[in-house]
């Protein structure tokens, strides 16, 4: 067992020592980008992996962590460290009012009303320049207040602050995700996947399991969206209420491997660069060209594994090892 | 008999279904350490009684007593969480779980801690024969070993009464052998059990009483041999012209 514990310490060293050896704060903005979508599907794998429910909303909760952390900085000067909290804990209790009635929706019913709820949400904040009294500009979008380099008010000048904070960012929500997998909600979770009657029968309180996993699973997102806010010094409800911001949490877990701790890193971390470069090396030909590229490669990455890649990567480990010399195979160890 | 040893009473149970009535007026109880059958045709109501005992589905009217406290209208988790367990008719696995994971399911009914769960489960397992199976996908396992873990998934909540779903249906003369011994082991290991069963030899040599049902109605309860011989029992079992001829 203790074999595989050395990977993660090694990706991490390599993760954590990276930016000394960038310089272009393109390509560091680009890392940070992966970092944090690669944490937002972490998230969104909790509720949608887990627990198997496809929810296409969850820009919902990013938006509202997003929103909460720029309102109180830009009102009332309240550190967006301290806003992230309350961004999250907001997410999460919106995610319990969204979950309790749209969890006794089955299958791509809970999908449809999450897609809704979302839009619902996004129109509210186009149409309203305020939301309960505070100014939010509406589709205008907000500007977070320019500080200078601060770290109470988190901006940085130099990008690799931005990306240690993704990179630590990730590295809680995946231990969270290791934690929930491994513990008696793991199990609980994935038994509500396969069939929810039989374990109601068993004694599992499915209502309350998932929803305790729908709020682990926003308040993250709405950390995420603090994040986003602070990076990108500007909000807009296209954008961080974004159906695309949804779809995307949802497809780098599908394609990296659904239930997994490592699958939607590996979905982002493959999936980010090849959205990128398919857009700077084709956008600028064919309008569209790109996007078509992209969706062909994400059609074929479903076609030929459908259960994502990280499986995929696991035989493939397996089988190195085997074909290393001088270490006994597990199988003949047996034998 | 006295009242104390009856851990559970059924009173005046109905369930209708829209115009359908699948329980009409059911009384019945059980008596600690007792195995109770239940028989009846196809539509007879079986299920759905383990259904409203469970707590799967909320009775029309009537309640339902445990040790003297009412459960008609408790949820089925909470149902388990008391002490009453189920098995379904057509089997439920968790399919992405290994048979110790399936079990495991249950065995954290009383307890938060993965490794308590974990040889809880196994002791569970190892009772019904199915420890060396363990690592199994609930995918790759006979039908046989289907049925037994629907068994070690109820057994690992460690219920006082066990609801049995025709745990015999489709299974082989030596398979059927095999769980008549291990329904016996249940009750000797101190687990009340109920018992729905069309597999009539398994049943008479199991059942301390037996309850038949006929279109939702109780028609019959007794010692097995007595039942049988009823003439409303042969009639609804093999038609009034069997029960004529006098077979």
Redesign the interface.
Known sequence: MKKIKILPIIILAFAVILPVFVSSSYIIQSLVMILLYAYWASSWNIIGGYAGHLSLGHATYAGIGAYTSTVLFSTFGVSPWIGMLVGGLLGGLLSIIIGYPCFKLKGSYFTLATIALLYVVQIVFMSEDKIFGFTTNGAMGMSIPLKGESFVAMQFMDKRYYYYIALAMLVIVMIVSNIVK???MG??L??I???Q??????????PVTKLKAQFISAFFTAIGGTFYAQLIMFIDPTRILGYDLSLQMAMFVIIGGRATVWGPVIGALMLVPINELTRSYLGAGQAGLSVVVYGIILMAAIYFMPFGIEGHLKKLAIFIRSKLPGKISQKEGIQ | MNNCNKILIVENLTKKFGGLTAIDNANLYVNKGEIIGMIGANGAGKTTLFNMI???FQPTSGTILFHDMNITHL???QV??MGI??T?QIV?P????TVL??T???S??H??D?NA?KVKAMDVLQFLGLSNRAHAKGSDLTLSELKRLEMA??L??NPEIILLDEVMAGLNPTSCGTVVELIKKIRDSGTTVLVIEHVMKAIMSLSDRIYVLNQGRIIAEGVPQDVVNRPEVIKSYLGEKAYAKGI
């Open positions: 491994s513990s008696k199990y609980y994935a038994a996947t396969t069939n009657d039989a374990a109601s029968s068993l004694g599992v309180n499915v | 469970s707590g799967a949820k089925s988790h388990c969480k367990a189920r379904y439920q968790f399919e992405n779980l994971e399936n495991m399911v249950g954290f009914i307890t938060g993965v769960a998934k109820a690992a909540t």
